[in-house]
């Protein structure tokens, strides 16, 4: 019923300019696809929004214990203007830090397939027509592929991914089934900490009694107990940030 309705022309007084919506419709209309198929993708927007802003929970939680990495990133989100999607290149520390903090705590805990014929995995025989699940969490930390696989060490992302074609990293899936957002998150996930490294100065704050920690459930990660942050404006009026 929204979709219909945005396609009709929307709500009285609403601005089709500042309407995620609208932009999806009218994009989607020229590739022909259905009100289904809008809805589709609408939800998968919003599930990158969504799994994205617990990555940035997780994210923090890291830049508490590792503040010489955090110094860095913030450093460098201050130094680059993002002044188009080509400049957002420019960020490689924080992209660094992003796939770090994506290897230790991906949002996606675990991957699942449907087997149509027997295989045999590691030594392990798995029968046909089953359901067969991964950990990518996992995989991660595993010393055979990552060295010092629990310590957070952007440095090992300095030349892109390591053993990328042996699938040993893959914190938004891999394959035909790859996650679609993924580019969607690293994107948004750059303009976010931009926005808060050049607009604020942030210090953490511990709270007695509940330290910050990530939570694993079956199948996804999420932030608990913190980390709470007090947001300092680095301008005190909007025509200061403006010279700035």
């Given at each position: 019923a929204v979709v219909s309705t945005q396609s009709t022309g929307g709500w009285e007084g609403q601005n089709p300019d500042d309407d995620l919506l609208a932009w999806l419709i009218t994009a989607n209309d020229a590739a022909g696809l259905t009100d289904e198929e809008v809805v589709d993708d609408i939800m998968t927007v919003y599930l990158v929004m969504d799994n994205m802003s617990k990555q940035i929970g997780s994210l923090m939680v890291y830049m508490i214990n590792y503040p010489e990495v955090y110094k860095k990133m913030v450093e460098e989100l201050r130094e680059v203007?993002?002044?188009?999607?080509?400049?957002?290149?420019?960020?490689?520390?924080?992209?660094?830090?992003?796939?770090?903090?994506?290897?230790?705590?991906?949002?996606?805990?675990?991957?699942?397939?449907?087997?149509?014929?027997?295989?045999?995995?590691?030594?392990?025989?798995?029968?046909?027509?089953?359901?067969?699940?991964?950990?990518?969490?996992?995989?991660?930390?595993?010393?055979?592929?990552?060295?010092?696989?629990?310590?957070?060490?952007?440095?090992?992302?300095?030349?892109?991914?390591?053993?990328?074609?042996?699938?040993?990293?893959?914190?938004?899936?891999?394959?035909?089934r790859a996650c679609l957002g993924r580019h969607v998150a690293m994107v948004s996930m750059k303009l976010m900490l931009s926005t808060i490294a050049r607009n604020y100065d942030l210090t953490p704050m511990p709270v007695a009694g509940r330290p910050p920690k990530i939570v694993q459930t079956m199948a996804v990660s999420r932030l608990e107990g913190g980390p709470f942050y007090h947001f300092k404006p680095l301008y005190k009026t909007k025509e200061e940030q403006e010279c700035n």
């Open positions: 203007e993002l002044t188009g999607p080509r400049s957002l290149n420019k960020l490689t520390y924080t992209e660094m830090v992003l796939l770090e903090s994506l290897r230790m705590t991906p949002v996606l805990l675990r991957g699942t397939r449907w087997l149509k014929n027997p295989v045999n995995i590691g030594g392990y025989n798995i029968p046909g027509d089953c359901q067969f699940q991964y950990s990518q969490y996992v995989l991660h930390r595993n010393e055979k592929y990552w060295k010092n696989p629990r310590e957070f060490d952007p440095e090992r992302f300095r030349n892109g991914v390591p053993n990328v074609d042996s699938m040993t990293y893959m914190p938004f899936l891999t394959g035909p």
